[in-house]
């Protein structure tokens, strides 16, 4: 499934509360909209952001996962290469495993770093956030990107189209 995600500064809380209610009505669940604010603010009943969408979780974890891999696998190349190792006979299970060790860890270490650092795709939003304005994720399919898009410049022409991010991961 292909998903997108919208960005929009939204000026004032009661603004917000409206566009979440026409999301909601437009099908979009509430656990795909994200309310990110100065902070300090009173979200009140608004879908606060989780530390997913306010961390560099999922991209480090990404990074951490693939690098972890490719040193994993390596190390697994070089001990079969080794002829004082004697690894030479189980050369498949020692690269599987090394590879799958290395990747685990990878991503392990990274998500560890990534969870403390800030959203980078966030920061051209902190400007406008610590003015006092609400930033507003929602997260879709790709197919109803236009539809929300139209839907919320028509009744909220008040509100920035903050951009939109071609993909994002599904999980976590």
Not at 13 to 21: C, G, L, P, Q, R
Not at 143 to 163: A, M, S
Request: with cysteine; net charge negative.
């Amino acid at each position: 499934m292909d998903k997108r995600r919208l960005y929009f500064l939204v000026p004032e809380i009661k603004t917000a509360k409206n566009i979440v209610d026409e999301l909601l009505v437009a099908r979009i669940p509430e656990k795909h909209i994200h309310v990110i604010a100065k902070e300090g603010t009173q979200l009140e009943d608004l879908p606060e952001a989780s530390i997913f969408e306010k961390s560099d979780f999922v991209p480090a974890l990404e990074k951490g996962l693939a690098l972890g891999g490719i040193t994993g696998m390596l190390a697994g190349l070089v001990a079969i290469a080794l002829p004082a190792a004697g690894l030479i006979y189980a050369g498949g299970a020692v690269i599987l495993s090394s590879t799958f060790a290395g990747a685990g860890i990878g991503a392990w270490l990274s998500s560890m770093v990534g969870i403390g650092m800030p959203n980078s795709c966030l920061q051209k939003f902190e400007t406008a956030i610590n003015e006092g304005k609400f930033l507003m994720i929602v997260e879709l399919e790709k197919k109803k990107t236009n539809e929300i898009c139209e839907l919320i410049r028509k009744h909220h022409p008040e509100v920035d189209f903050g951009g939109l991010e071609p993909s994002y991961p599904v999980f976590p």
